[in-house]
């Protein structure tokens, strides 16, 4: 029961979270890359578990690309279906611009408001 | 919730096929290529461990296929309520009393000039004699060639060549009826398992029921190429050309004359329109014919938009 309330309330939460971070991952390289290859970049460095699963990033990948923020190109592979790789376009750049901005004061909201919450956990929790 | 872990690319593809059973198939074909074409990239990138050791953990990494469906489910209906907001505006708003008063009556019959639809699908129509040529002609060559080639060894790969290629161009026009007719096409193509033998790959593109429909519909495209480019240039000619004359003949009536050409008397040589064509009357009667004729045109010019649009998805997608 709390566990799907803890999952239902991080996936509301990803709702805009995966397109930032894909848009993060694609103007932080020069070379294009495709879905697998961005999949694995998403891995955290601690080794702990991704925000969300590989899967979810593909539709977002491509609306993005439909907004014309990613432009895409298809390249042959050995390894199965032709890939296709994304590179972030100049809008996508003054998207993201926006959005970090955004996200930016997003954060320091949340945080200004929970960090009182995260202090008093341990006592409150010990009362249940 | 979860349903039992899928052993293979295979059974795991299947998994989110039936997660997927009541979306569009365009999105499904769309889905079921993200899926496989990453599954393969993680299997090939651990060549060492089993297939059904390394889908475990893919399971983990990818999501299940419950988990694939609903990202993809939502992605997608946000993407549409974005690309649908133009559109909508565009739209005439209809209240409650004018869907069945006058004014809404000819609202409804003029929107039909404000719908970029009406504009794409002209395009579309026009485009489709070529396109159909081409497609036809391409089938035509491809079959023969393949029958005729059936008994040389170049005959097998010339086949399995000319289906993929007939897939190609499948995907190509998906796209294009897509833009033109707003109908949901798949972006991605449907692949076949890498590891099937020639043979194998023959037997697969045979059975399904796919490809027939495919080369069906792009043969068809011919004869319905050809209507609908009459069907545009018959109403494009007729309609504008009746305007066109009625104002001619307006201003030849009340003696405006051209530099090298004075008057346009139309009606004066076509003996069934008679003398009553130059009564204010009948001039008014020629122009309203004519826009009647160019606004039915693109009212049956966007209906065989949403016609085609479905014709389309239901011979060019996997069912």
Known sequence: MNDSHAKKFQKDLNAGLVALVLLAVLAATDEDAYGYDIAKRLQPPDGSEPLFKEGTIYPVLRSLSASGWLSS???????????????????????????????????????????????????????? | ?????????????????????????????????????????????????????????????????????????????????????????????????????????????????????????????????????????????GLSLSIGLAILIIGLPFFVLFIG??????????????????????????????DLSLLQRIGRMLKE?????????????????IAYFVIVIVGLSLGPGLIAAAIFEGLAAVGVTWPGRPGIHLASESAWMGEWIRHPLGLLLLASGGIVVTTFTLHVVRGLGRLHGAFAKRMLVAL
Not at chain 2, 84 to 93: D, K, M, Q, W
Not at chain 2, 166 to 194: C, F, Q, S, Y
Not at chain 2, 209 to 225: F, K, N, Q, S
């Open chain 2, 209 to 225: 029921i796919r490809t027939w429909t495919t080369l069906a519909y792009e043969a068809l495209m011919l004869p319905l190429g």
């Open chain 2, 165 to 194: 290629a007939a897939r190609l161009l499948a995907l190509v026009e998906g796209r294009l009826v897509e833009a033109m007719t707003g109908e949901r096409m798949p972006r991605r193509p449907t692949t076949l398992p890498p």
């Open chain 1, 73 to 128: 190109r298809i390249v042959p592979s050995y390894s199965g279906p032709p890939r296709r790789y994304y590179r972030i376009t100049p809008e996508g750049r003054a998207v993201l611009a926006d959005w970090l901005a955004a996200w930016a004061h997003t954060r320091d909201f949340v945080e200004h408001f929970t960090r009182a919450a995260t202090q008093q956990r341990p006592s409150e929790g010990s009362t249940i």
């Open chain 2, 1 to 141: 919730m979860t349903s039992a872990t899928p052993v293979s690319i295979n059974d795991y593809l299947q998994a989110l096929r039936e997660a997927l059973r009541a979306a569009d198939p365009a999105l499904v074909q769309d889905a079921i290529y993200d899926a496989e074409q990453h599954l393969r990239a993680e299997i090939a990138a651990k060549p060492n461990s089993a297939e059904h050791d390394v889908l475990a953990e893919i399971v983990k990494s990818y999501g299940a296929p419950e988990e694939v469906a609903a990202a993809y489910l939502e992605t997608e209906s946000r993407v549409q309520a974005a690309m649908a907001t133009p559109a909508s505006n565009r739209r005439p708003r209809p209240t409650p009393d004018q869907g069945t008063s006058k004014i809404g009556i000819w609202r409804r019959f003029f929107g039909v000039y404000g719908d970029v639809r009406s504009y794409t699908m002209l395009f579309y129509c026009l485009l489709s004699l070529f396109t159909g040529v081409f497609y036809f002609s391409f089938v035509a060559i």
